[in-house]
């Protein structure tokens, strides 16, 4: 089931990981991939902020949030993501591949939502950006989270991960009314975990070239 938009002619596909930090979007994001790889379809992975020079901007960010204005954050943000759609993830979606992006809009909406932004005007600012075919909304609570960060990763909590706000971020997420948001209860297993996510988004390839190609 592959839906035309009306921004491009996209073939592809776009699946994309949401949620607040710690839910696991990366580990899923990797083992969709090899998986997805493994039934012979071609994948791109990425992820926002992306690697780009603004993504290097926003990592600034994470130790000293505090010296930019809003306006200047949300706006790193979502250059990042105006470049991100025109150099990788149009180009891909025109060439029928799948892509698998860690981190979208939907995160500017419920991160700068919670700083203050309209949501409304945040997916209106961010309605160049094509909509995604599936946004999995990892779900588990903050303190699971934050745990998996501290312990699981070794890391500390950067200022987006220690901020009061990821409650009201987390709020927003589930807040937002689109179709194509499936939320995926992150909580149990990476294994179990992995095959709700497998079973959201295997009914959205079937009619792409993959496995048969994959096998000549
Ligand atoms: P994260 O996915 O944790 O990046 P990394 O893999 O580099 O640790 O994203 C970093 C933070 O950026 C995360 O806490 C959420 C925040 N963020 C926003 O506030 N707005 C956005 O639009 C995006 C994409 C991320």
Same mark, same amino acid.
């Given at each position: 089931m592959i839906h035309p938009t009306n921004k491009d002619e996209k073939k592809g596909v776009l699946i994309v990981f949401e949620g607040t930090?710690? *839910?696991g979007k990366s580990t899923q994001q990797k083992l969709l991939a090899d998986y997805l790889n493994s039934l012979g379809h071609q994948v791109v992975t990425t992820r926002e902020? *992306?690697?780009?020079p603004f993504g290097q901007k926003i990592r600034?960010?994470?130790?000293?949030?505090?010296?930019?204005t809003a306006e200047d954050e949300l706006s790193l943000f979502l250059n990042d993501r105006r470049e991100h759609v025109e150099t990788l993830l149009t180009p891909a979606l025109n060439e029928g591949k799948i892509i698998l992006c860690d981190r979208y809009f939907l995160s500017t909406v419920a991160y700068q939502g919670a700083i203050g932004f309209d949501i409304e005007d945040l997916l209106q600012r961010n309605s160049f950006a094509p909509d995604p075919d599936i946004a999995l909304l990892f779900q588990a609570p903050l303190e699971t989270g934050r745990h998996r960060i501290t312990s699981g990763r070794g890391d500390t909590l950067n200022d987006f991960e220690k901020s009061e706000s990821l409650v009201r971020v987390a709020e927003i997420f589930r807040s937002i009314n689109r179709s194509y948001i499936q939320p995926v209860?992150?909580?149990?297993?990476i294994e179990e975990v992995h095959q709700r996510v497998v079973s959201l988004v295997l009914?959205?390839?079937?009619?792409?070239?993959g496995p048969s190609l994959a096998q000549e």
């Open positions: 930090d710690g *839910t902020p *992306t690697d780009g600034n960010l994470y130790v000293n949030r505090g010296n930019y209860d992150a909580t149990g297993s009914p959205l390839l079937s009619g792409l070239p």
